[in-house]
């Protein structure tokens, strides 16, 4: 029993008109207040996975639970931040991250107060009437997570969302993840390539295989928080993770 | 504009006046033929004088705007119906492609049959000339609209509803616009076609008396006065939404 439980997830692609096995049966008990991190080859399922967990996928087998109730339909129960981005070209950053808190009803004020705070932490304050096209990648990654966290739901699913940063920003941000998943309990799913950044945020870190992506081992890291990017005690944790995932990646 | 340019466009427009009353001056052909610029400009002036110009001009933009308005209402909802249905599409959209095809100055014999000689009659001509080409555009918008917009929105809670006035609108906007600038030149075309054909006030309808009285100057002072107005609304009005559209999407 635990916040969100991904029972035996398989999922096909149709490629070249035969279905291409994507997920290979994916069991995980996800506690609540969990900071799971999930590494893997590019290709193996790990977007898909979070896709199917957000509800914007079906899978082929298997269910997932959201405190033990089978789900299948998307919902601000579980945001996801996009590998992407995916912000909206026509709103100015700060519409972009009040956008949910709109839909839901929210009044402009109660908005505006929200999302300050949001921009605020993501350094954005600055740009708070700027439209997408007017900022750097790494910036509309930061409106992303903006726009994710100003809904406060009860389960966060991240697909790389520090891939496009500069170093000085994601040590920041890496940190600052760390400072809000503590503040606010929440579960966190973060997809990564970065095995260190994976090492500093998770309370667990999973390394999927190759195609078709299973979950190949799992890592505890106890250790405390704040992590830094240059503590070195997290180094061997990085080296028998990098250990378990070389492998799958020369696949 | 930059002055080069604005020197450039007057001095061909300018030009154009010189050759035209040299051909004048010419007397090639009789004045009650080919009239004089000046000629134009004093009908116009007429025009401007008894205000009837004004009125005419008054009632076609009116009718203009009523079927846009209309046609565009349509138009945006049929189009988001199509794109989002497809049991819609296949049969709505395939009837929408064929009647896109029938110019709006065909639909006048029906809207007099219909409507007789009234101002419902051209408006119904004005929508059913402009309305095909909202649908299309707004069809064509919805369907390319990036998924992960959609994706993210459902995910932050939208329900189809928020969904189609937060997301499809705004996201097709681009090609939704490019539907309006295409829906007003058949609207201005539907108009003035249908104002000809009805023979009842507007600038179509001061373009037939100019016919019925001879009156080669007015008619060419009416024509003017439909491209300036089309000039106007596809170079000042059009061109900043789109201007806007393009930079803010981040298309250019
Ligand atoms: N909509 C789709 N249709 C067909 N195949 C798909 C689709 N989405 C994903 N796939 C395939 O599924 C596999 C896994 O894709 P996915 O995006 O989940 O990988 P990933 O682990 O997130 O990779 P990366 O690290 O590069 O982002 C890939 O082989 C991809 O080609
Ligand atoms: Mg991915």
């Known amino acids: 029993m635990g916040k969100l439980e991904s029972r035996n997830i398989e999922k096909y692609f149709i490629h070249d008109g035969k279905p291409l096995k994507t997920l290979d049966g994916i069991d995980l008990n996800v506690e609540d207040g969990e900071f799971v991190c999930i590494v893997g080859p590019s290709g193996c399922g790990k977007t898909t996975f979070l896709r199917i967990a957000a509800g914007l996928e079906k899978p082929d087998e298997g269910q997932i639970l959201l405190d033990n109730q089978p789900l299948n339909n998307t919902g601000p129960d579980r945001i996801m931040v996009f590998q992407e981005g995916a912000l909206f070209p026509w709103l100015n950053v700060q519409d972009n991250v009040e956008y949910g808190l709109k839909i839901a009803g929210i009044p402009k004020e109660k908005r505006n107060q929200i999302s300050h705070r949001y921009l ?47 170093a000085q920003t994601r040590d920041l941000l890496l940190v600052e993840m760390q400072l809000i998943w503590q503040k606010t309990k929440k579960t966190i799913i973060f997809v990564t390539h970065n095995v260190a950044e994976a090492v500093m945020l998770g309370t667990r870190v999973l390394v999927f295989t ?32 990098l250990a378990e995932l070389r492998p799958e990646v020369k696949k | 504009m930059k002055p080069s340019l604005l020197a450039k466009k007057i001095g061909f427009y300018a030009m154009i006046i010189i050759v035209w009353q040299g051909l004048d001056s010419a007397d090639i052909w009789p004045d009650n033929i080919f009239p004089s610029p000046v000629d134009v400009v004093e009908d116009l002036a007429y025009g401007v004088a008894d205000a009837s110009l004004f009125y005419g001009i008054g009632t076609s933009i009116l009718r203009l705007i009523i079927g846009l308005t209309i046609a565009i209402a349509g138009g945006l909802v049929l189009g988001i119906f199509m794109a989002r249905v497809e049991t819609v599409n296949q049969t709505i959209g395939s009837l929408v492609l064929g009647l896109q095809s029938i110019p709006s100055i065909a639909w006048v014999p029906l809207a007099i049959l219909w409507f007789g000689l009234t101002d419902t009659g051209i408006i119904f001509v004005v929508v059913i000339g ?56 058949f609207a201005w075309r539907g108009v003035i076609g249908a104002e000809l054909l009805f023979s009842f006030l507007g600038l179509g309808f001061l373009l037939n008396v ?28 059009f061109k900043k939404i789109e201007d806007k559209v393009m930079t803010r999407w981040g298309l250019r």
């Open chain 1, 120 to 166: 605020d932490m993501m350094q954005l304050t600055q740009f708070a009437t700027s439209y997408t096209y007017q900022l750097s990648t790494g910036m509309k990654q930061r409106v992303a997570i903006a726009r994710a966290l100003v809904m406060e739901p009860d389960v966060l699913l991240m697909d790389e969302p520090f891939a496009a940063l500069d």
């Open chain 1, 210 to 241: 190759h195609r078709p992506g299973r979950i190949k081992k799992e890592f505890k890291i106890d250790y405390k928080r704040p992590r830094i990017s240059e503590d070195e005690n997290l180094l061997p944790y990085q080296q028998k993770i």
């Open chain 2, 130 to 185: 402009a309305i095909f080409a909202v649908t299309i555009n707004t069809y064509t918008g919805v369907k390319n609209i990036n998924p992960s917009y959609i994706e993210a929105a459902r995910n932050m809670g939208a329900k189809e509803g928020q969904l189609i006035t937060s997301i499809l609108i705004p996201a097709a906007f681009p090609f939704i616009i490019s539907g309006f600038k295409q829906g007003w030149a």
């Open chain 2, 210 to 237: 100019g016919r019925q009285l001879n009156d080669v100057s007015q008619v060419i002072a009416i024509m003017l006065v439909i491209m300036g107005i089309g000039i106007l609304v596809d170079g000042v009005v």
